[in-house]
T-cell receptor, first 114, second 110 residues
Framework: DTGVSQNPRHKITKRGQNVTFRCDPISEHNRLYWYRQTLGQGPEFLTYFQNEAQLEKSRLLSDRFSAERPKGSFSTLEIQRTEQGDSAMYLC????????????FGEGSWLTVV | TQLLEQSPQFLSIQEGENLTVYCNSSSVFSSLQWYRQEPGEGPVLLVTVVTGGEVKKLKRLTFQFGDARKDSSLHITAAQPGDTGLYLCAGEGRDDKIIFGKGTRLHILP
């Protein structure tokens, strides 16, 4: 297994455009998390999935953010009408989903909104 | 809302010194994990503690989970420049959701 894979690694977009990030988790992991991280801060929880079911979406997220995991494998995170404040690293992590199982992170997708 | 507070936010010390980083909350967690993150990369797991009062050692790093499972500490003995990085604590709470503290940025001066 090659670990958690995220694409693209870097994205520069103009304000108002839509962007989509993809995450391919470790194959046997049924839980998948999305976090956002800005420079010098810890990862901020966005949403997480158990297989294809979205368990929770952060109340801090606006309706411009949506995530899917249609077949319980890969996941996408879409940001519509991007704003400069959306500039951050978007991290995906997966786990076995059993109690106390740790997270395996991807290398993150950097978003810069200009 | 479950929150994790880490202190200090920044720490710069000389090689060979000892240090302790703290992770505190008013909430109980079923487990607490410590990660280390290098610039431009995702966090990497160091250890998971699950039992109140548990102590785990990883070479020069000692991790402790508070008796009430609300707090944890990371102690590094004889710090080395290779220990430089962002140290994150993460708690597994209700519904197995994992939340992170804001991290402690550690810089070891040679």
């Amino acid at each position: 297994d090659t670990g958690v894979s995220q694409n693209p690694r870097h994205k520069i977009t103009k304000r108002g455009q839509n962007v989509t990030f993809r995450c391919d988790p470790i194959s046997e992991h049924n839980r998948l998390y999305w976090y956002r991280q800005t420079l010098g801060q810890g990862p901020e929880f966005l949403t997480y999935f158990q297989n294809e079911a979205q368990l929770e979406k952060s109340r801090l997220l606006s309706d411009r953010f949506s995530a899917e995991r249609p077949k319980g494998s890969f996941s996408t995170l879409e940001i519509q009408r991007t704003e400069q404040g959306d500039s951050a690293m978007y991290l995906c992590a997966s786990s076995l989903g059993t109690n106390r199982s740790p997270l395996d992170f991807g290398e993150g997708s950097w978003l810069t909104v200009v | 809302t479950q929150l994790l507070e880490q202190s200090p936010q920044f720490l710069s010390i000389q090689e060979g010194e000892n240090l302790t980083v703290y992770c505190n909350s008013s909430s109980v967690f079923s487990s607490l994990q410590w990660y280390r993150q290098e610039p431009g990369e995702g966090p990497v797991l160091l250890v998971t503690v699950v039992t109140g009062g548990e102590v785990k050692k990883l070479k020069r790093l000692t991790f402790q989970f508070g008796d009430a499972r609300k707090d944890s500490s990371l102690h590094i003995t004889a710090a080395q420049p290779g220990d430089t990085g962002l140290y994150l604590c993460a708690g597994e709470g209700r519904d197995d959701k994992i939340i992170f503290g804001k991290g402690t940025r550690l810089h070891i001066l040679p």
